[in-house]
């Protein structure tokens, strides 16, 4: 780009020798173990090489593998994902153009950020009550990831409404590879699906935030063969969907695609609805007699093969939330006082997560902490109804892709938490690209140069 300077041009490629030498190195160290492994050292030397050369290119590396939540770093006492490690990357990255090209940088003022902001600073304050304090500080950290600096890297380095649907894209490319492996795991070893996330409700609420993005897609897609694979990855969406035996997913998902509907006119979009809905009521209605039945009842009984009654576990975070109202019980502790069942075969009792995000923000971080969250919740949402409303073509349709997959998250979390299993990261890139649409409705010349 015009203007770098060129001492930092001889810093850069300096960096970037260093790593692809580190990178060969590590690729012929790992031909021991297998020429795979080799094979992904290389693909992951030159992502890196990427990102360093042009920030902006890792937000499509970082889209592809955000909603991973199920391979971490062992050894560690936290979850380190390849999303992770992408997005410190192009942090660094980030900061380093920064320095070269702008004397004085200030923070974008916009009032998500000062909601954000100030949700970071009261979850920081919930350190206090916490038992294990490193562990809470670990969260906090991954609290900043997810509520700061994610959405800040995709509002500052994506520049027009084509870079978001190059990321849009290659988020619905990457869940092609995603799904199928869902899809597998219930039909060959007969297990609820998890695929990428680890977890059957996340992998659930990952999936109701990717039906309506390809859903938007397509309604707007003229070109025969894109329109042909978003059918086709529609239809693998929602068998995978239902593989989850997710409650969560399945509510959030149809609740979005309602929303597309109501938007853009029934008389559009009712023969393709029609197909899903009744693709799904079959789906349904074939798992109704075994496994449907089970998780209806764990709503309510406190003994099941699962994490335990639903409304025992409210309970006990409206308890939390009485005992410590303003800090909370302490960020990350909700599942050290969730105590919901007694372990089989012993008189001890186990602990467990709140199946419901709100509830457990609440009970961990304390009710100023929760209510900043629901103002920047309301604001998020208030904003991109009010550009789909508006009409205005691709960036209105852009708009609605980001409010329907904001609602597959927000209402899916109502019944599980999954913040923290790669659907944060992934929520928090969808409010990053809304703030570049709000910029973009507001100064469209600004945001093209």
């Known amino acids: 780009m015009n203007g770098f300077a060129i001492d930092i041009n001889k810093n850069t490629l300096i960096m970037v020798i260093g790593i692809a030498l580190l990178g060969i190195t590590l690729a012929i160290l790992g031909t021991n173990f297998s020429y795979f492994f080799a094979f992904g050292v290389l693909i992951g030397i030159l992502m890196v090489i990427s990102i360093f050369m042009k920030p902006e290119s890792g937000l499509y590396f970082i889209a592809a593998v955000i909603p991973i939540g199920r391979f971490t770093m062992p050894g560690l006492p936290f979850n380190f994902t390849l999303a992770d490690g992408l997005i410190i990357i192009a942090l660094f990255s980030w900061i380093l153009r920064k320095l070269a090209y702008e004397k004085k940088y200030r923070l974008a003022k916009d009032k998500l950020f000062i909601f954000l902001s100030i949700f970071a600073v009261f979850s920081g304050l919930s350190l206090y009550n916490c038992q294990d304090k490193l562990r809470g500080s670990i969260e906090l950290v991954q609290t900043i990831e997810y509520f700061i600096i994610i959405p800040y890297l995709f509002f500052d380095l994506i520049k027009n409404t084509k870079q978001i649907k190059g990321i849009l894209w290659t988020m619905v490319i990457a869940s092609a590879f995603f799904a199928p492996w869902g899809i597998y795991e219930a039909v ?195 904003r991109l109804n009010k550009l789909v409303n508006l009409r205005l073509g691709s960036l209105s349709n852009l708009s609605l892709i980001c409010l329907t997959s904001s609602l597959g998250f927000l209402l899916g979390n109502l019944f599980h938490n999954s913040i923290g299993r790669g659907n944060g990261n992934m929520f928090m890139m969808i409010v990053g690209v809304a703030l570049v649409l709000e910029s973009i409705y507001r100064h469209p010349t600004v945001r093209e140069k």
Do not use: C
């Open 188 to 382: 060959v070893k007969g297990i609820r699906a998890t695929s990428i996330a680890g977890h059957p409700n996340a992998f659930g609420i990952y999936l109701a935030m990717l039906i309506p993005i390809a859903y938007v897609l397509l309604l707007d897609e003229k070109h025969p063969l894109k329109r042909l694979f978003l059918i086709g990855l529609l239809v693998i969406l929602g068998l995978a969907l239902m593989a989850t035996i997710s409650r969560a997913g399945w509510l959030a998902a149809t609740f979005s695609l309602l929303i597309v509907n109501y938007k853009k006119g029934i008389k559009k979009t009712a023969t393709l609805s029609l197909v899903i809905m009744i693709l799904v009521g079959i789906l349904v209605a074939f798992y109704i007699p075994n496994t449907v039945s089970k998780r209806i009842k764990t709503i309510t009984e406190v003994k099941t093969e699962t994490a335990g009654g639903r409304l025992e576990q409210y309970k006990n975070a409206l308890n939390m939330i009485k005992s410590h109202p303003f800090l909370g019980v302490g960020i990350n502790e909700a599942v050290r006082y969730n105590i919901y069942r007694e372990k089989k075969g012993s008189g001890s009792q186990v602990g467990g997560e709140i199946h419901n995000f709100y509830l457990s923000t609440a009970a961990e971080r304390g009710l100023f902490a929760f209510f900043t969250l629901l103002g920047f919740i309301f604001l998020h949402l208030k």
